[in-house]
DNA sequence: TTTAGCACTCTATCAAGAAGAGTGCTAACA
DNA sequence: TGTTAGCACTCTTCTTGATAGAGTGCTAAA
């Protein structure tokens, strides 16, 4: 099963190619590269073998060889080498990245954006997951009329608010009163351990103002569930129309459908959190969406917290090796980021 | 120049039918419908005719007839006629609209869905016009040791918010005074002028915390500026894949590219909100790239100001009748969320 | 004024043939 | 024994030509 080191040359050549044009390779085309000087015949002889082995595919016979999933699986594992970014490329990253600083919506936008420009790929990006994520602080604040701001803050350095109303004749001291004992019920609780508690404390409450209090628990539990459906952010969603393989429309709109649903978005960048890079080609994938995609995620993080995976999505022939190195220097610029976020 | 009666019946019908199919309509299709009696030669001395006056183009000599832009025109001034939407289609809308008070984001998001949803088209969404707006208030509340959070109130109901840095030892007394006193600076004038004001003000602040007022104004001014670039929210963007017309890609990218360069959209919406309802058919729009497409959009409005506008962007071949029905009841029920928004 | 009839035009579709790319195999060579 | 040149073979793609079908424009009759 094992393969010679002139086959691996050959197969890392075959990938090196394919990745670039898309098109089956020929023997000749090969035999004609400077770092390889062995003949067509012989290269011909080779790309039997290989295929035999299950590294490389033909679509028909008078056609060249394209890899296997399992010869990607190979490159992404031992034969691509990840080279630096270019200083171009490290500046265009710093600059989008850098400028976006504040609203945390901003900078997931902006990581989409970047990395689907760098990869031509489309880029997914996985929301903080606010599940991970303990509250530290809830601040009830009037700010006009029966208008009233709700103001959650992490222990992650995120803040998030929500828009409620309030009794035009609630008293300030009630809102103070109401912020320190809601601080209190969930600080240092994840999502549904503060949820747990925070019921049982409206429900202990049998004061003049409980329908104001259910109203306000409805509209805080609204705003710190984590909802999938909302969480992932997409970027060059249109990129795949570059493609050839993808000029058919019919195959186009499958893919851009599948963007749509974003459960399925959200399992495959949840699932993937686990480790630094994950990395699923073609079949390797669940879902039967996904059988001839691959992708490739990356985890973020505050300090040494995951709290949210990014990633691109696309066809089979990737430059896997390109887009670790963006994702690599993606995902530290992000964590630089936050980190600042998270300096109090 | 005039046309007779007959014309017109037949113009409608060929209008009707094309914008269903988008096959030009043959002389024997016209004449097998039951509305018109007449037989297909008649029909065809008629849409020679036709053709001359310019409402009727021809692809090659043995196609059928579609209609031109100026037929388009006649037929959305005078031909079509526009009916009620079913018990379903508005039962759809409010849910969908309904269920999301709250943010105006949502409420803009909700409304581009509806709007694709529903015509099978790419919509747009202005969003509302803070430059319009006038301010009312603005409060900085310290949120958590080194943050604060500066809230900017309209009158017209909204709030916008960002997060700052503050000096961790700076008082809440402080706060209070400088909300008071940006609110007096602010507020009732728009954002030019606030803006004006506001350089005014802190050039004549010569105290020691200069330094923080001056990064507090410079966020202030970046988050009330109406930012042309994030206005416009789009749905259904891959609808245009649907359409035959479409199946070439190079169309499609074409099309998918315009929607990413929103200046472009962004004028279309805000040059169209001076009348009620507004359809640009084919070269009407100034865009050359618009050459081909057709564009309705309406606007919304707080009370009796106009705060945006909305609409729709496809082929020229569009239902013009039911488009014009959705977003008349789409407007509707926006200014009737608004003006909830509104009551304090 | 309307309609039936027919020649004409243009497109779309299909089959057949030619060109090109690439392979697999065999035989010769180092 | 491994490598290479040569050649027949296969499959795709492009081109060409023929054909059917849709629809028109015009003429002549009703």
């Given at each position: 099963m094992d393969i010679t080191k002139r086959q691996t040359l050959i197969l890392k050549a075959i990938v090196d190619d394919y990745i670039l044009t898309g098109i089956p390779v020929g023997s000749r085309t090969l035999s004609k590269k400077e770092e390889l000087s062995i003949s067509s015949a012989t290269i011909r002889n080779e790309m039997a073998d290989l295929e035999e082995s299950g590294y490389l595919e033909q679509p028909h016979t008078s056609a060249g060889r394209m890899p296997?999933?399992?010869a990607y699986r190979l490159y992404v594992d031992t034969l691509m080498r990840v080279s630096a970014l270019s200083k171009d490329e490290i500046e265009f990253i710093k600059a989008y990245l850098g400028s976006r600083i504040g609203q945390i919506e901003n900078i997931v936008d902006a990581t989409a954006k970047v990395l689907s420009e760098?990869?031509?790929?489309?880029?997914?990006?996985?929301?903080?997951?606010?599940?991970?994520?303990?509250?530290?602080?809830?601040?009830?604040?009037?700010?006009?009329?029966?208008?009233?701001?709700?103001i959650f803050v992490f222990n992650t350095g995120m803040v998030k608010d929500v828009l409620i109303d309030v009794p035009a004749d609630m008293d300030?001291?009630?809102?103070?009163?109401?912020s320190n004992s809601l601080t209190e019920t969930v600080a240092n609780r994840g999502f549904f351990e503060a949820a747990e508690q925070l019921k049982k404390t409206v429900m202990g409450e049998m004061n003049s103002q409980r329908a104001f209090m259910e109203m306000l628990l409805q509209s805080v539990l609204e705003n710190i569930r984590p909802?999938?459906?909302?969480?992932?952010?997409?970027?060059?969603?249109?990129?795949?129309?570059?493609?050839?393989?993808?000029?058919?429309?019919?195959?186009?709109?499958?893919?851009?459908s599948l963007l749509e649903t974003k459960d399925t978005?959200?399992?495959?960048?949840?699932?993937?959190?686990?480790?630094?890079?994950?990395?699923?080609?073609?079949?390797?994938?669940?879902?039967?969406?996904?059988?001839?995609?691959?992708?490739?995620?990356?985890?973020?993080?505050?300090?040494?917290?995951?709290?949210?995976?990014?990633g691109v999505i696309g066809p089979t022939r990737m430059d896997y090796a390109r887009i670790i190195s963006v994702l690599e220097f993606v995902g530290a610029s992000i964590n630089e980021i936050l980190k600042y976020h998270l300096d109090t």
């Amino acid at each position: 099963m094992d393969i010679t080191k002139r086959q691996t040359l050959i197969l890392k050549a075959i990938v090196d190619d394919y990745i670039l044009t898309g098109i089956p390779v020929g023997s000749r085309t090969l035999s004609k590269k400077e770092e390889l000087s062995i003949s067509s015949a012989t290269i011909r002889n080779e790309m039997a073998d290989l295929e035999e082995s299950g590294y490389l595919e033909q679509p028909h016979t008078s056609a060249g060889r394209m890899p296997s999933d399992k010869a990607y699986r190979l490159y992404v594992d031992t034969l691509m080498r990840v080279s630096a970014l270019s200083k171009d490329e490290i500046e265009f990253i710093k600059a989008y990245l850098g400028s976006r600083i504040g609203q945390i919506e901003n900078i997931v936008d902006a990581t989409a954006k970047v990395l689907s420009e760098l990869t031509n790929l489309t880029s997914l990006v996985l929301f903080p997951q606010f599940a991970n994520a303990q509250l530290r602080r809830v601040q009830v604040v009037r700010i006009v009329g029966k208008k009233a701001l709700v103001i959650f803050v992490f222990n992650t350095g995120m803040v998030k608010d929500v828009l409620i109303d309030v009794p035009a004749d609630m008293d300030e001291k009630y809102f103070e009163m109401i912020s320190n004992s809601l601080t209190e019920t969930v600080a240092n609780r994840g999502f549904f351990e503060a949820a747990e508690q925070l019921k049982k404390t409206v429900m202990g409450e049998m004061n003049s103002q409980r329908a104001f209090m259910e109203m306000l628990l409805q509209s805080v539990l609204e705003n710190i569930r984590p909802k999938a459906e909302k969480e992932v952010v997409l970027g060059g969603t249109r990129k795949i129309l570059e493609y050839p393989e993808y000029q058919d429309v019919e195959k186009a709109k499958n893919f851009l459908s599948l963007l749509e649903t974003k459960d399925t978005l959200y399992s495959i960048l949840t699932q993937a959190s686990d480790v630094e890079f994950n990395i699923k080609i073609g079949h390797e994938n669940a879902e039967s969406a996904l059988q001839d995609m691959s992708v490739v995620t990356a985890t973020y993080r505050i300090g040494d917290q995951k709290i949210g995976s990014f990633g691109v999505i696309g066809p089979t022939r990737m430059d896997y090796a390109r887009i670790i190195s963006v994702l690599e220097f993606v995902g530290a610029s992000i964590n630089e980021i936050l980190k600042y976020h998270l300096d109090t």
